[in-house]
């Protein structure tokens, strides 16, 4: 213990002179979440950095899988529950694959938090509509959690997430459990549902994540922070529908994703315009997309 707790130490220093050092971490659980997505449950091998690492959410981490590479991935828990920090990660090439070649308590390296992250201290006393399209939930479920662990900071919370198919959603189980929640609406839509196992029917709405909007009543847009998180094209539809219903530029927000190397601001392959979405972002206000066009696709 004594031995191991000085090698933490070596490590500590050697990171403050070396940034893109990563912290050694396990896996101590996989849980198969769509398909091509698994969700990760890590922690730091570093007991004491456990205890004292902190994050916002819509912070993202680069993970490691040492010798092939990293990836910048959200963070998908909430700072309000101390543990184990969640990632949820679908395959698409190198680095992700062998994430998943992985087993239970293999080591990975992770380093961050980075980025702004949603700013939950301003968002307090008003309404949040969170829009998630597909693998948008994965940050998104980090404010969600965040929110309802401090319920009493926010007005009106309600959720709206479309996916593809019903076995396309991200944390179902988890997000049917709260259609039943007096205090938050959630409302989840798929675009199609057929062929579906008789234990996993769909009985929820069919359409567009924005054909949800005339469902919800009576809100005050103006008090109201509307975050959207998903592929490129959901952003185009998302903000059109939100700016016909008035909502403020301000308070229309979005987490982006760039290819990024670095993370840290240094190697200039995430930026948008004269932003850099490790460091400006991955958080962007409406405002924002309006000074830089490109920033949406
Ligand atoms: C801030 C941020 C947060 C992210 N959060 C998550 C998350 O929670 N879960 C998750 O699964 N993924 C997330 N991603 C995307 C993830 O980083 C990439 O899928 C991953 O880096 C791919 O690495 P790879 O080595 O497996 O694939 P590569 O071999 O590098 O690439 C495989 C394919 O993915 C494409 N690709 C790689 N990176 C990106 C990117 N950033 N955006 C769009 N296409 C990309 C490549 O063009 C290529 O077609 C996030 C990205 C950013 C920037
Ligand atoms: S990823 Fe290097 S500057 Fe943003």
């Not at 949603?118 to 969170?130: D, I």
């Not at 396309?168 to 196992?197: K, N």
């Not at 009576?218 to 922070?225: A, F, G, K, Q, R």
């Amino acid at each position: 213990m004594q031995q191991s707790s000085h090698i933490y130490e070596f490590a500590s220093r050697a990171r403050d002179d070396n940034p893109y050092l990563p912290h050694l971490a396990r896996i101590v659980r996989r849980v198969p979440m769509v398909e091509d997505n698994y969700l990760f449950l890590v922690r730091f091998d570093d007991p004491a950095m456990g205890d004292s690492f902190d994050y916002m959410p819509g912070q993202f981490m680069e993970l490691s899988v040492i010798g092939t590479g990293e990836s910048p991935i959200s963070i998908s828990s909430t700072p309000t529950r101390k543990g184990l920090l969640e990632f949820c990660v679908r395959r698409m090439g190198r680095n992700t694959n062998a994430l998943y070649r992985l087993q239970d308590n293999d080591v990975i390296g992770i380093r961050g938090p980075y980025g702004n992250g949603f700013p939950v201290t301003q968002m307090e006393g008003s309404n949040l509509l969170l829009i998630a399209g597909g693998l948008g939930m994965a940050p998104l479920r980090s404010l969600l959690n965040y929110a309802l662990d401090k319920r009493q900071n926010y007005e009106r919370i309600i959720l709206m997430y479309g996916s593809k198919y019903p076995e396309d959603i991200l944390f179902r189980d988890e997000l049917e459990s709260l259609e039943s929640r007096s205090d938050i609406d959630c409302m989840l839509t798929v675009e199609q549902a057929y062929d579906l196992p008789e234990a996993k029917p769909w009985h929820g709405k069919i359409g567009m994540v924005t054909d949800l909007f005339k469902d919800i009543k009576d809100l005050d847009v103006e008090n109201t922070y509307a975050v959207a998180c998903g592929p490129p094209i959901f952003y185009r539809f998302v903000i059109q529908a939100l700016l016909d219903r008035g909502f403020p530029k301000d308070k229309i927000l979005m987490s982006l994703e760039r290819r990024m190397e670095c993370g840290i601001g240094k190697c200039g392959h995430c930026g948008i315009g004269y932003k850099y979405t490790c460091i400006d972002g991955p958080v962007f206000t409406y405002w924002d997309a309006i000074n830089l066009p490109e920033m949406i696709d």
